[in-house]
Nanobody
Framework: QVHLVESGGGLVQAGGSPRLSCAASGSIFSINAMDWYRQAPGKQRELVARITSGGSTNYADSVKGRFTISRDNAKNTAYLQMNSLKPEDTAVYYC??????????????WGQGTQVTVSS
């Protein structure tokens, strides 16, 4: 079993720079890609950023130049540094991690979600 714990959300003023964290624990052999998604009210969940096991990153056009995804492999943790936040960034943010378990099975695991609300 693998557990993900997200932290770092909350109420932020426009222009703010919070950092989200997603820590994985449990029966982990290795982690492939680590993703951050978000879902705003009435909208579909969208991929915000991805970082591969090799450190390659890609971003949604809406956050390029403002958000930075990173990972600490020793801690099995993904981060999302969000800068220059806008009200339209308001959403529940979820991490998703592609895990190979100690039983050598491969699954996607989702975090519980953390609310980020940007006030203007």
């Amino acid at each position: 079993q693998v557990h993900l714990v997200e932290s770092g959300g909350g109420l932020v003023q426009a222009g703010g720079s919070p950092r989200l964290s997603c820590a994985a624990s449990g029966s982990i052999f290795s982690i492939n890609a680590m993703d951050w998604y978000r879902q705003a009210p009435g909208k579909q969940r969208e991929l915000v950023a991805r970082i591969t096991s090799g450190g390659s990153t890609n971003y949604a056009d809406s956050v390029k130049g403002r958000f930075t995804i990173s990972r600490d492999n020793a801690k099995n943790t993904a981060y999302l540094q969000m800068n220059s936040l806008k009200p339209e960034d308001t959403a529940v943010y979820y991490c998703k991690i592609d895990v190979v378990t100690t039983a050598r099975s491969r699954y996607d695991y989702w975090g519980q979600g953390t609310q980020v609300t940007v006030s203007s």
